[in-house]
């Protein structure tokens, strides 16, 4: 790592802890998602990226919603946390175990409402039952269908089948989003370069109702013209 490098990554490791412990004292969802969008607007102020928001008028003013978006980057969440900005939709982050475990993620993800999954367990009956807690509770539920972060050169990988699962059993609509920008390639130049005035697309699509029989990533594909 260069100097610009672990300047940042000091910087960001601080911001997330710090944000982290704000979010275990939190009394609300409401001041949970509060934190969540004033910790990503400053990480990402400081990273010089700013989140343009296609379709906006897509956005439900409030609801219950399984929220599906494409992962490139390990900004992601962030980028969908400024475009959620204006909306009192709060979604639980379905996050993997390492991110529990994580030293620079543990502490934010274990407090900012987010619902483990654990990949590793002998059966899926307590994730579906948390998740079925959160809807239960009025929340929503935030999720990458590809599982894990897309490396390949191409803006989408195939969807494991749990995303579908969650709507099916908790009967939520699915509110598709696609980060149309390569975030992972903006976030480097963010970095390496520190290049001004950097910007991120975000597109919202339509809702998919969960009944809906078409498979969810051909239909994800045709919604945005992947």
Do not use: C
Request: net charge positive; hydrophobic share 35%.
């Amino acid at each position: 790592m260069n100097l610009k490098q672990i300047s940042m990554a000091i910087y960001a490791t601080y911001l997330t802890n710090k944000y982290g412990f704000k979010l275990k004292k939190a009394k609300s969802s409401k001041e949970k998602k509060d934190l969540r969008y004033e910790y990503s607007q400053t990480l990402l102020s400081k990273l010089n990226i700013s989140i343009k928001v296609t379709n906006k008028e897509n956005i439900p003013n409030d609801g219950k919603y399984l929220l599906i978006s494409n992962h490139r980057s390990i900004i992601d969440p962030l980028i969908i946390e400024i475009a959620l900005k204006d909306s009192l939709i709060h979604g639980f982050w379905v996050s993997k175990k390492e991110l529990y475990n994580s030293l620079f993620f543990g502490t934010f993800t274990r407090n900012s409402d987010s619902i483990l999954l654990d990949r590793e367990a002998s059966n899926m009956s307590s994730f579906f039952k948390d998740t079925k807690e959160v809807v239960s509770n009025g929340h929503s539920i935030f999720i990458f269908p590809e599982g894990t972060r897309n490396k390949e050169n191409t803006p989408l990988s195939s969807f494991k089948d749990g995303a579908r699962l969650i709507a099916l059993k908790n009967r939520l609509p699915l509110l598709p989003v696609f980060i149309r920008t390569n975030a992972n390639e903006i976030l480097k130049d963010a970095i390496n370069n520190r290049t001004k005035d950097l910007e991120i697309e975000i597109q919202i699509g339509e809702i998919i109702d969960y009944k809906d029989k078409a498979p969810l990533e051909e239909n994800y594909r045709k919604m945005f013209n992947i």
